[in-house]
């Protein structure tokens, strides 16, 4: 900050504007910090409907064929069929969601907090049916019986819908599950609108929520477009201070413009640093770089009577999708997830290098095991030239060692010899990476199994 200066034990004018400048700057910051699941959950609905055309509930986008670097979404993965689309209450009002059997996945409000599961871990329990998910201060009827009940928040719900190839790579049977959806409102009960599916599959999309003052002009506009219950009133107060407030107009000064343009750079700077280099205690293994999804507070980012700010960031910036399934799967079904940012020696990993992971045998996985490769700043699935950034027990040319370990490299030539067991990074770009397990057992839970670090060749 400088120099504060005061005059009989009163700061000086220049002090006081210095500081209130400060003060602003800091609650931007933490703004930007506090409300990242927001404005992802806003850049997601605006992507989909300005790229894809699925602009209203009965729309929906699928991705059928592989997941590619052409869709920018926070840490996908190639090997699952998504669905995504939003519901509308404030429009639609109560609103019917119809799940076939065997879809995983959730609902989502517009901070990205949890509001429903689908499939095993939800009511349906994996057989599929009818959710009522009701506007947020419903009080009119409500059927006895035929439906999940859903209270909301928000206005807008994130519709999150997801299938696994099968071992062969095929995606028929999941996209076929996936478009048993319908979602439509109570009124039209005996008489549903048609949906309308959308194969997302090569096309451009973009769903990255912005670094730069267009983040806060965003929040602003989905504060004000949404239920005035929709955040607590420390999060409303703190929204308050930099001129956000449901109700009023958002029109910063050329000193508040200013100062919110910075605070979105370093905001966002801010949390890459949380996130890549955390001080949360999440290493996986004390003698790896693994880290894993405990001890962030994920989903609710609750613990003790606190909100857990720094994993809120974290996986507000890393990730999308809130859901108590994904925190501990149960065995044998599910997902298991550890990253790294950083090789065996603790240096960011680096496109323009060579680097070998060892997955020892048996990979603890009842279903298979995924490894894809993502963009430092996008997040999304690293633009490396080839189909897709990532590996998995049934990619096309993998092989493994006579013990049945597998050996994978990661660089920008591949290895003579190994190809089919290669993931091309690009000089010059950092890159991190994410290990899945589809239905973890014996050898996850206890720790037993270790993958190596990403060792340096």
Known sequence: MGDLEFSNEYPTSATVDKLFDQLDFQRACQVFLRNITAS???????GLARDLGVDAPYKVAIWEDEFDAQSLLLTPNSETVYGLTFLDTEADGPTVVEIGPGVLGFLNDMWMRETVNFGPAGPDQGHGGRYL????????????FGFHVVPTKTYGQWVVMRGLRDPDGSSTAAIATLKDYKAYPLSQLDDPRETVFVNASSKDLDTIHPIDSRYFEDLADLVQNEHPDAIDAETAGMLATIGIEHGSSFEPDERMASILAEAAKVGSAMALATSYRTRLP?????????VQIGNTGYPNYEQEGHTMLSGLSLMGWFATGSSIAMVEPPYGKGSAYMWTYTDANGEWLDGGKTYTLKLPAPIPAANF????????????MLAN???AASLNQYAEGVTAAEDGSIELFFGPEPPAGNEGNW????????WFTILRLYGPIDGYFDGSWKPTDIQPA
């Open 40 to 46: 992802s959950m806003y850049a997601m609905r605006l």
């Open 133 to 144: 998910v009701l506007p947020p201060g419903y009080d009119g009827p409500v059927p006895s």
């Open 282 to 290: 999440l290493q996986r293994y004390e003698d790896r770089q693994w």
């Open 369 to 380: 095991w995924s490894v894809v490769a993502y963009d430092v700043w996008t997040r999304s």
């Open 385 to 387: 030239g080839e189909a």
């Open 423 to 430: 993931i091309r990074t690009v000089p010059g770009k950092g």
